[in-house]
């Protein structure tokens, strides 16, 4: 497998392009033509060759840039890596999971080589040939998940099983949609999800928690959430809001169409062997409306998404605000026709529509 990876940035000048590889694998959230919060899980195994689910930890044209924005943000802010002290054995099993499927899955650009608890890594994009003992934090520069998810695309959670109940005990978070891991760090499940709006007087989260603390090793879960973001940035967390909150004020009709961004997070769970905590790897992908407007099905589809929206969603997802000029932008590729079922762009492949 061959990947070419850009140059970019997501702040400043936001030189973020995906190409037309890219774009085609995009994992678009919806599949119909309406959206109502639901627990849509799924067993994460390998489907769909050269898309976001061919493999167990997703490696793109960005993967470079982001692990350079990760970098950046975490100098800045070094509580965005946070790991209470019993969950370092559930960093170093996250460790181990990251890189055997890596070395698995590109093996052109990732070496695992086991000498019983002597590992050597190697990766080939960032430049890290990296000889360490297994288990013991002072061979590596960071603790086991810092070291780990300073080479791995999306933000990471290590969830504690006790009490019947989750808690978000451990991570490392600079890429997330408007929530605080300082802030949530020791919250159970349901502290965690308090601020989403109607899921819990529909019995989502219970339903949530159940599935997942059934969770079992080998047989990981994903499910795809979504969010608004001006601009292509990866870092729309709270601590930086004054910086990027005031960007929304700034679309107009001319701009909303490259600057707007639909902001898909694949979510997935996987029970980790030694310590029976859960992580849950939340990978961000970003598409400009432009972009989403060149594939038809998805173009129709959007619009009609955000014009029946329950207002309190189209809040908590972050464009009650913007939503007149998304409506003017998007029904401009709605001709009224209907479309398949599923996600993806390539109707031919997915089921026929119902007569």
Not at 64 to 81: F, G, T, Y
Not at 86 to 110: C, I, Q, R
Request: net charge negative; with cysteine; charged share 25%.
């Amino acid at each position: 497998m061959t990947i070419q990876f850009n140059d970019e940035t997501f702040k400043d000048d936001y030189t973020f392009k995906n190409s037309k590889e890219a774009l085609a694998r995009f994992p678009f959230p919806f599949h119909e033509d309406s959206y109502m919060y639901s627990v849509n899980l799924e067993p994460h195994v390998t489907s769909r060759p050269g898309s976001v689910y061919e493999m167990g930890f997703d490696v793109d044209e960005h993967y470079v840039s982001e692990m350079r924005d990760r970098a950046e943000v975490l100098a800045q802010d070094p509580l965005r890596s946070q790991s209470l002290p019993h969950m370092t054995l559930a960093g170093w099993d996250f460790l181990e999971l990251v890189m055997e499927n890596k070395s698995k899955d590109y093996p052109d650009l990732f070496e695992l080589h086991k000498d019983g608890n002597k590992w050597r890594w190697i990766n080939k994009p960032l430049g890290i040939d990296d000889t360490f003992t297994f288990l013991d934090e002072t061979t590596l520069p960071y603790g086991p998940l810092e070291y780990i998810g300073r080479q791995t695309q999306g933000d990471h959670v290590l969830l504690d099983q006790r009490e019947d109940n989750l808690w978000a005990d451990a991570g490392i978070v600079t890429t997330q949609a408007d929530w605080s891991l300082d802030f949530d760090i020791g919250m159970n499940f349901f502290q965690w999800h308090a601020p989403v709006p109607l899921a819990a007087e529909l019995g989502v989260f219970k339903r949530a928690l159940k599935f997942l603390m059934n969770i079992q090793l080998g047989a990981p879960a994903r499910r795809l959430n979504w969010t608004m973001t001006v601009n292509p940035l990866l870092d729309t967390s709270p601590e930086n809001y004054a910086e990027w909150g005031i960007q929304k004020t700034e679309i107009t009709p001319e701009t909303i169409g490259s600057k707007q961004h639909l902001r898909v997070e694949l979510q997935t769970l996987w029970r980790l062997p030694r310590s029976n905590a859960l992580v849950f790897p939340i990978r961000c992908y970003l598409a400009s409306f432009e972009d989403i407007a060149t594939v038809p099905k998805w173009g129709r589809r959007l619009h009609r998404v955000v014009r029946d929206i329950p207002d309190e969603l189209a809040t908590y997802k972050g464009f009650i605000d913007n939503k007149p000029l998304m409506l003017d932008f998007l029904s401009k590729f709605d001709d009224g026709l209907p479309t398949s079922d599923g996600i993806w762009p390539d109707i031919e492949t997915e089921p026929p529509l119902q007569k």
